[in-house]
């Protein structure tokens, strides 16, 4: 099994002692203190595996919602004022603690998220490895001096944080999509207040907010709102304070945030990660024991629940009966049920309504004249492998993002159809191809309108010096390396007339 961020040193094990778990997940993290939400109402937070109550949360209502918004606010300016080395330092310091709580956070994400220990161990990978990279950006904002035909001045761009950033988690890979917003916008002098989704509020926020807090992160400057979306969803995006919504999740939710940004009372910026259709082709040149491989790994991990995650496999008619057959052989040998045990592969999806809508979605492909070789009824919300052949680009199960272990395998006949057909959906976040032919398979990602290719290897890959990003429905922006320094900080033109200018009246 290769791992998603291939360049991550092993965690070190030379950790002497491991720290006591944290505990008190209850309520909301405000100006640096732990506290009930005012809502009056408790969240039931549970395991998706074992239906066990993980925590309860007494929930956030919009007062709460205001008082995190006015702490970052309070916080930013002396927040931004801070030393580089100083914000390095914290980075620096939350990574020793993800090490020394690499068990834990692990098994928060199993017990939270319904992670198989191998997805949850490729996300404290990712957690890490963006968090390194944060941990650099205090050193990387620069300004500039600008050529002026302006006699007697000077002019220079600034580069500076935003001020307060919105952030609003997914449950999928929670601990990393919070952060790769959270750390980020920290290290680069904004101040936070994240919104996890009801689903994981420990890994999509509480959890961040304890490490930076042993870090030692001075209050106000990360603060975590759990609450209704139903109620304090529209306040969290409308609210005057935040500069900018940093979003991942679906597409419509994702328009929902743009149109909110829009007509709120202070104009804000976006920055949109949503949903995707992932193609995984398979050229007839390709390497097919490798390609089978790359689109397994591309489809299963998590159960499918990513957003790269392959939701199309199309492959070339001249191999395609054997790639359908070897496929499915290897899905056969996928270990479904407990995500604790170390070589389980599909865990529980996370909540039955999710479940019911991908069931519909095979049900109806099914009805649609898609093959089923593989396949079996949930068991509790784990779903046993799906796999499809004989399937066309609008069968639901292609269409929609079924975000589940599902399978559909297209035929085309040439390279200009697999195009063609991995082109057709209003998404485009990641894509892969293979082909022994790199040169090929370049032309071929040249031609995807999607935010991300990979040329011979699975459509799921992050790393946190690329930009990570969709087009069309899939979203706005990239995260990632310079680009995300960009996307949270803005740039100011300050001049200076050294000499008097001479004004016509
Ligand atoms: P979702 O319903 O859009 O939820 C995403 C987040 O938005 C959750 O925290 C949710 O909170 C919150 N939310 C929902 N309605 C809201 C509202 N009216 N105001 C404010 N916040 C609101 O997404 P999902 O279906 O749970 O997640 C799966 C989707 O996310 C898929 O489409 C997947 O492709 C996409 N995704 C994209 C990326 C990427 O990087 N492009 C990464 C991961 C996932 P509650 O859960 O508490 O309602
Ligand atoms: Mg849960």
Same mark, same amino acid.
């Given at each position: 099994?290769t791992?998603?961020v *291939? +360049?991550?040193p092993?965690? !070190?094990e030379?950790t002497?002692?491991?720290?006591?778990?944290?505990?008190?997940f209850n309520?909301?993290?405000?100006?640096?203190?732990?506290r009930?939400g005012?809502r009056?109402?408790t969240?039931?937070?549970?395991?998706?595996?074992?239906?066990?109550?993980?925590?309860?949360?007494?929930?956030?209502?919009?007062?709460?919602?205001?008082e995190?918004y =006015?702490s970052?606010e309070? +916080?930013?300016? %002396?927040w931004?004022?801070t030393l580089?080395?100083e914000r390095?330092?914290?980075?620096?310091?939350?990574?020793e603690?993800?090490?020394?709580r690499?068990?834990?956070?692990?098994d928060?994400?199993i017990r939270e998220s319904?992670?198989?220990?191998i997805?949850?161990?490729v996300?404290?990978?990712?957690?890490?490895?963006?968090t390194r990279?944060?941990? !650099?950006?205090?050193y990387?904002?620069t300004?500039?001096?600008?050529p002026?035909d302006e006699?007697?001045?000077?002019?220079?761009a600034?580069?500076?944080?935003i001020?307060v950033?919105g952030?609003?988690s997914?449950?999928?890979?929670?601990?990393?999509?919070?952060?790769r917003?959270?750390?980020?916008a920290?290290?680069?002098g904004?101040?936070v207040v994240?919104?996890? !989704? =009801?689903?994981?509020p420990?890994?999509?926020?509480?959890l961040i907010a304890k490490i930076?807090?042993e &870090?030692g992160?001075?209050?106000?400057?990360l603060n975590?709102? @759990?609450?209704?979306?139903s109620e304090?969803g529209?306040?969290f995006?409308?609210?005057?304070?935040?500069?900018?919504i940093?979003f991942?999740g679906?597409t419509?939710?994702?328009r929902?945030?743009?149109?909110?940004a829009?007509?709120?009372?202070?104009?804000?910026?976006? &920055?949109?990660?949503?949903?995707?259709?992932?193609?995984c082709v @398979?050229?007839d040149?390709?390497?097919?024991?490798?390609?089978v491989?790359? %689109?397994?790994?591309?489809?299963?991990l998590?159960?499918?629940?990513?957003?790269m995650?392959?939701n199309r496999?199309?492959?070339?008619?001249?191999l395609?009966?054997?790639f359908?057959?070897?496929?499915t052989?290897?899905v056969?040998t996928l270990k479904?049920?407990n995500p604790?045990d170390p070589d389980?592969?599909?865990?529980?999806?996370?909540?039955s309504?999710?479940? +019911?809508?991908?069931?519909?979605?095979?049900?109806?492909?099914? %009805?649609?004249? *898609?093959r089923?070789?593989?396949?079996?009824?949930?068991?509790?919300?784990?779903?046993?492998?799906q796999?499809?052949?004989?399937v066309?680009?609008d069968?639901?199960?292609a269409?929609f993002?079924t975000?589940?272990?599902?399978?559909?395998?297209?035929?085309?006949n040439g390279?200009?159809e697999?195009l063609?057909v991995?082109n057709d959906?209003p998404?485009?976040l990641?894509?892969s191809v293979?082909?022994?032919d790199e %040169?090929r398979?370049?032309r071929?990602a040249l031609g995807?309108?999607a935010g991300?290719t990979?040329?011979?290897d699975? !459509?799921v890959d992050?790393?946190?010096t690329a930009?990570?990003?969709?087009?069309k429905?899939?979203?706005?922006g990239?995260?990632?390396?310079?680009?995300?320094?960009?996307e949270?900080t803005?740039?100011?033109?300050?001049?200076?007339?050294h000499?008097?200018? =001479?004004?016509?009246f």
């Open positions: 099994m791992t998603l *291939a +360049t991550m092993p965690k !070190s030379t002497s002692s491991v720290p006591p778990r944290y505990s008190g309520g909301q993290y405000i100006n640096g203190s732990w009930p005012h009056g109402r969240l039931k937070d549970t395991d998706p595996f074992t239906g066990e109550t993980v925590t309860e949360i007494a929930m956030a209502d919009q007062s709460d919602l205001d995190a =006015q970052a309070k +916080t930013q300016p %002396a931004r004022d580089p080395a390095a330092a914290i980075m620096l310091r939350s990574l603690i993800m090490d020394a690499h068990e834990e956070i692990l928060w994400l319904g992670s198989t220990r997805k949850a161990e996300e404290w990978q990712m957690l890490f490895a963006i990279e944060a941990a !650099s950006f205090p990387r904002v300004g500039r001096i600008l002026i006699p007697g001045k000077e002019s220079r600034y580069r500076q944080p001020g950033i952030v609003i997914p449950w999928n890979f929670p601990i990393y999509l919070a952060h917003s959270v750390g980020p920290i290290a680069l904004n101040t994240v919104k996890p !989704s =009801q689903e994981t420990i890994t999509g926020g509480l930076y807090e &870090a992160l001075p209050p106000g400057v975590v709102i @759990v609450g209704s979306s304090i529209d306040a995006i409308q609210h005057p304070i935040p500069a900018l940093s991942t679906s419509d939710v994702g929902h945030v743009m149109q909110l829009a007509t709120s009372p202070m104009l804000k910026r976006v &920055a949109l990660e949503l949903g995707g259709n992932t193609p @398979v050229l040149d390709a390497d097919l024991i490798y390609a491989k790359a %689109a397994v790994y591309g489809r299963f998590h159960q499918g629940e990513i957003c995650s392959t496999i199309i492959v070339d008619a001249t395609y009966d054997e359908v057959d070897r496929y052989a290897h056969k479904a049920g604790q389980t592969v599909i865990g529980p999806i996370i909540n309504k999710q479940l +019911t809508n991908m069931m519909k979605h095979v049900n109806d492909s099914r %009805a649609g004249g *898609a089923q070789l593989l396949g079996g009824n949930p068991n509790g919300l784990v779903l046993p492998p796999v499809f052949a004989d066309t680009n069968m639901p199960i269409r993002e975000f589940g272990p599902i399978a559909p395998i297209i035929k085309v390279e200009a697999a063609h991995a959906t998404f485009g990641s894509s293979c082909t022994r %040169a398979g370049l071929f995807v309108r991300m990979h040329v011979n699975s !459509s992050d790393t946190p930009p990570f990003g969709g087009e429905n899939s979203g706005i990239r995260f990632g390396g310079e680009w995300i320094l960009e949270f803005t740039p100011h033109w300050i001049t200076v007339q000499t008097p200018r =001479q004004y016509p």
